[in-house]
């Protein structure tokens, strides 16, 4: 099992920062793409941002330029840096990790897990 630990929500002006930040721990050996997702009242759940075990990144389009998704994989921790935010940034932010497990060379399965989601709120 694997449990993921947000932290770095709360409230900020439009055009803040604000940087969250999710720890990974127990059986981490086969996480490879991290990510971050966000929920808006009334909304589905979207990818805001993913980073992979190698480092490459993709992002939501509203968020290009102005977000930054990294992982220290020795902390293992994945961050996620938010410029110039604005209203509709607002939401709970969850993060997200994958686990795909294979047994001698094999694949067996891929895995999701889940954060308990920590609240940005984003004022005008």
């Known amino acids: 099992q694997v449990q993921l630990v947000e932290s770095g929500g709360g409230l900020a002006q439009a055009g803040g920062s604000l940087r969250l930040s999710c720890a990974a721990s127990?059986?981490?050996?086969?996480?490879?793409?991290m990510a971050w997702y966000r929920q808006a009242p009334g909304k589905q759940r979207e990818l805001v941002a993913r980073?992979?075990?190698?480092?490459?990144?993709n992002y939501a389009d509203s968020v290009k330029g102005r977000f930054t998704i990294s992982r220290d994989n020795a902390k293992n921790t994945v961050y996620l840096q938010m410029n110039s935010l604005k209203p509709e940034d607002t939401g709970v932010y969850y993060c997200?990790?994958?686990?795909?497990?294979?047994?001698?060379?094999?694949?067996?399965?891929?895995?999701?897990?889940w954060g308990q989601g920590t609240q940005v709120t984003v004022s005008s």
């Open positions: 997200n990790a994958k686990e795909e497990l294979y047994l001698s060379g094999r694949y067996l399965s891929t895995k999701y897990y």
């Open positions: 127990g059986s981490i050996f086969n996480i490879n793409d």
């Open positions: 980073v992979t075990s190698g480092g490459r990144t």
